[in-house]
């Protein structure tokens, strides 16, 4: 079985530019979640998405944004690009009907 | 608001021998899950044990243990016979089910990280 499936596997840009990240779920999977990883910032959570809608955000500007496709997977977009933003972003998956909402993690963006 | 505490910024240990990480969380929650997760240098976030609050039984996977008390809010992870594959950021993580409500639900909320080194 597939795990969570992310792309690009790493990117550069400038500041100013736009960049969407993609995200596939495991499969049977509802809930796709976004996560931050700057350099000395630990994970800071992004957006939750369950069923089509985002159900939680983070607290991150609304340049940061993202949706959920009809097969569950996900898009992360964040518009003018600044220097902070440089992170590993990594994407990860669950289900409510694994007990426990166990998340699983892709491997990320950087 | 939850928060999750790794006091150890880092570890080491000598390969086959036995290391505890710890965790310390605060919550006013009575049922939630923990877990554990690994980071090697490849920088996937593995699951190393999940943990949930109402059970009273410490979670085992392999090598891999948990210490968890309740009352305390404390949640230590313990590897035996270290490995040097077992070289990472670990991190301790709590989570409300997806169905509890508020604005915390359905995400994970990390601690800082302990970098584990497995010496030879």
């Known amino acids: 079985e597939a795990g969570v499936t992310q792309s690009p596997t790493h990117l550069i840009k400038t500041r100013g530019q736009q960049v969407t990240l993609r995200c596939s779920p495991i499969?049977?999977?509802?809930?796709v979640y976004w996560y931050q990883q700057a350099l000395g910032l630990g994970l800071q959570f992004l957006l939750w998405?369950?069923?089509?809608?985002?159900?939680n955000r983070g607290n991150f500007p609304p340049r940061f944004s993202g949706r959920q496709f009809p097969n569950y997977s996900s898009e992360l977009n964040v518009n003018a690009l600044e220097l902070e933003d440089s992170a590993l972003y990594l994407c990860?998956?669950?289900?409510?009907?694994?007990?426990?909402?166990?998340?699983?993690f892709g491997d990320g963006s950087w | 608001a939850q928060t999750v505490t790794q006091s150890q910024p880092e570890m080491s240990v000598q390969e086959a021998e036995t290391v505890t990480l710890s965790c310390t969380y605060d919550?006013?929650?009575?049922?939630?899950?923990l877990f554990w997760y690994k980071q090697p240098p490849s920088r996937q976030m593995i699951l190393v044990i999940r943990?949930?609050?109402?059970?009273?039984q410490n979670a085992t996977e392999n090598r891999f243990s948990v210490n968890f008390q309740k009352a305390a809010k404390s949640f230590s992870l313990k590897i035996s016979d270290s490995q040097l594959g077992d070289t990472a950021m670990y991190f301790c993580a709590f989570m409300k089910p997806s169905n509890a409500g508020g604005t915390s639900y359905g995400k994970l909320t990390f601690g800082q990280g302990t970098i584990l080194t497995v010496h030879p």
């Open positions: 990860a998956s669950s289900s409510d009907r694994i007990p426990g909402n166990t998340i699983f």
């Open positions: 499969s049977g999977h509802t809930s």
């Open positions: 943990q949930e609050a109402y059970k009273q």
């Open positions: 998405y369950d069923e089509g809608e985002e159900r």
């Open positions: 919550t006013s929650e009575n049922n939630y899950y």
